[in-house]
């Protein structure tokens, strides 16, 4: 049986290996040099004894799938600012003209919704120009 520890990620330096006769699962700890049977990820505290999560981890190493996602729309609705950088140039010169109008921004200003013209091209893009 495979538990939900055994989906995360091994820590920094881990690595997984089987024996070659009994195909039996080990550790290898690269940071210490030394190999166990015990899976890291299974253990009640981290290597500093930091507090364990709901997976029985420690929190240090608490990185499923499902948290990732869940982080990262956090982050995307985190960062919607009011508001548009409108960048106006020619297909022509399309990659220079953009580029010195997005680095006259703040870095702050560019985490704002994109809207780019094109000059001699009036329409909304809604996926494709209209």
């Not at 009640?44 to 990185?63: A, D, F, L, T």
């Not at 960048?87 to 580029?99: M, P, T, V």
């Not at 109008?101 to 996926?127: A, N, S, T, W």
Request: hydrophobic content about 30%.
């Amino acid at each position: 049986r495979h538990s939900m520890a055994d989906q995360l990620p091994l820590p920094f330096g881990w690595e997984m290996r089987f024996t070659e006769q009994k195909n039996l699962r080990y550790f290898v700890d690269h940071n210490s040099r030394t190999t166990t049977f015990q899976d890291p990820r299974k253990s009640q505290k981290g290597k500093e004894g930091g507090p364990v999560e709901h997976h029985g981890v420690s929190i240090q190493y608490e990185r499923s799938f499902k948290w990732k996602v869940e982080y990262f729309r956090k982050l995307c609705s985190s960062n919607i600012f009011s508001g548009h950088i409108k960048i106006s140039c020619s297909r022509d010169n399309i990659l220079e003209e953009s580029f010195q109008q997005v680095m006259r921004y703040k870095p702050e200003d560019l985490h704002r919704e994109l809207c780019i013209e094109f000059q001699g091209e009036e329409g909304i893009d809604y996926g494709g120009v209209a």
